[in-house]
């Protein structure tokens, strides 16, 4: 029920019915688990991809295989849904925005903009006094080497675009080794980051309903093996003070971007506590996967009534849990791997190749004792 000092609802923010049909833009798997979430709440989805062998859409019937600047295919694909929800950060900027003025776009496109550019992003957090790394925008070779002498070594260049799991990136432990790293790199202009001697690395997954309303899961501690997640564990090894400070930063970047759905957001951990947001994910988060098994609502879900307008679910975590990617051929002994406590999710991805996600599983440990 509304307060009296309430603004009335707009149609847009009403909360859609059972029977709605959300449009998800990508196939992958992430797109897949929402849409089997979406479905046990009684909704519709709809898959837009270019990539005929989706793994999205072997759980649904409707699906649009079009290019992503297809705007006839875009509008048809609008007029079928009730509202568009997106799984991946690099759906192009302008098909976001041309779809926002079709239909409730959620998240919207201003947040896809930040998190497609390094650069952005790093300015966006800046702006609103979350913490980051040292860095500076690199167009030139000559500016690479002067920034170098303000940031120090070592030091991390990137791409400003397109970089995950480690690729857009070099290392850079010598002054000599610049030139060679700014020359592997395209497209210009990059972004050098000071490297940070973290201790551990964790994630909060954060919603935020269209009330503004927030939710967040607990924090996760990460490992990453040739710079893919492996492991995320919880609880995480970092004081109550630390964790909740994470979930704070969190909320408060999902409120600055005025977000609705679920954001992952990446952190250091350094000596004494200390927090470095690395990097902001606007859609679920693959080291939230561990809320599928252990939490009273899982990330798919949240992610699901946060852009339907409903409230947000519980996400009180009911055991402790690790979860394990599954990557490349090692998705084959997934059945040789199950035993108690032990919860599978295989992607479908019909090729399997080295570094590529095709499943995880979660170990569930003992219930957490109650407080």
């Known amino acids: 029920?509304?307060?009296?000092?309430?603004?009335?609802?707009?149609?847009?923010?009403?909360?859609?019915?059972?029977?709605?049909?959300?449009?998800?833009?990508?196939?992958?798997?992430?797109?897949?688990?929402?849409?089997?979430?979406?479905?046990?709440?009684?909704?519709?989805?709809?898959?837009?991809?270019?990539?005929?062998?989706?793994?999205?859409?072997?759980?649904?019937p409707l699906k649009t295989v079009a290019a992503y600047d297809d705007e006839g295919a875009l509008a048809l694909f609008a007029n079928d849904v009730d509202v568009i929800t997106y799984e991946f950060e690099n759906v192009p900027l302008a098909t976001a925005e041309f779809l926002a003025r079709l239909k409730p776009l959620r998240p919207g496109a201003t947040a896809l903009g930040v998190a497609q550019d390094r650069l952005a992003e790093k300015a966006f957090l800046t702006i609103n006094r979350i913490p980051v790394a040292p860095f500076a925008m690199i167009g030139t070779s000559e500016s690479l080497a002067a920034e170098l002498k303000e940031i120090g070594l070592p030091a991390v260049l990137k791409t400003t675009r397109l970089g995950y799991d480690g690729k857009g990136q070099r290392i850079i432990r010598k002054r000599a080794a610049a030139a060679a790293a700014f020359a592997e790199l395209a497209p210009k202009p990059l972004v050098l980051e000071g490297f940070i001697p973290f201790e551990k690395e964790i994630s909060v997954v954060v919603a935020r309903g269209v009330g503004g309303d927030t939710a967040a899961f607990e924090p996760a501690e990460n490992v990453h093996r040739d710079h893919i997640l492996k492991t995320s564990t919880v609880p995480a090894r970092i004081t109550g003070r630390t964790a909740a400070r994470a979930i704070d930063i969190a909320a408060r970047i999902a409120t600055a971007l005025d977000y609705v759905g679920v954001l992952g957001v990446e952190f250091f951990v350094l000596k004494g506590g200390k927090l470095l947001v690395n990097e902001i994910a606007p859609r679920v988060h693959n080291s939230g996967h561990w809320t599928e098994a252990v939490c009273v609502t899982d990330q798919f879900e949240q992610h699901i009534r946060a852009v339907c307008g409903w409230?947000?679910?519980?996400?009180?975590?009911?055991?402790d849990v690790v979860m394990e990617n599954r990557s490349g051929d090692e998705i084959g002994a997934i059945p040789?791997?199950?035993?108690?406590?032990?919860?599978?999710?295989?992607?479908?991805?019909?090729?399997?190749?080295a570094g590529r996600k095709m499943g995880h599983i979660n170990r569930i440990g003992a219930k957490t004792p109650a407080k």
Request: charged share 15%; net charge positive.
């Open 1 to 60: 029920m509304l307060s009296p000092c309430s603004p009335p609802m707009t149609q847009s923010e009403r909360p859609l019915p059972p029977g709605s049909t959300i449009g998800i833009l990508g196939g992958g798997q992430l797109g897949r688990m929402l849409a089997l979430a979406a479905a046990r709440l009684g909704m519709k989805t709809h898959i837009y991809c270019p990539d005929p062998q989706s793994p999205a859409f072997d759980v649904t």
């Open 311 to 319: 409230l947000l679910g519980d996400p009180t975590r009911l055991a």
């Open 336 to 353: 040789a791997r199950l035993g108690p406590g032990a919860r599978p999710q295989a992607y479908g991805k019909a090729e399997s190749r």
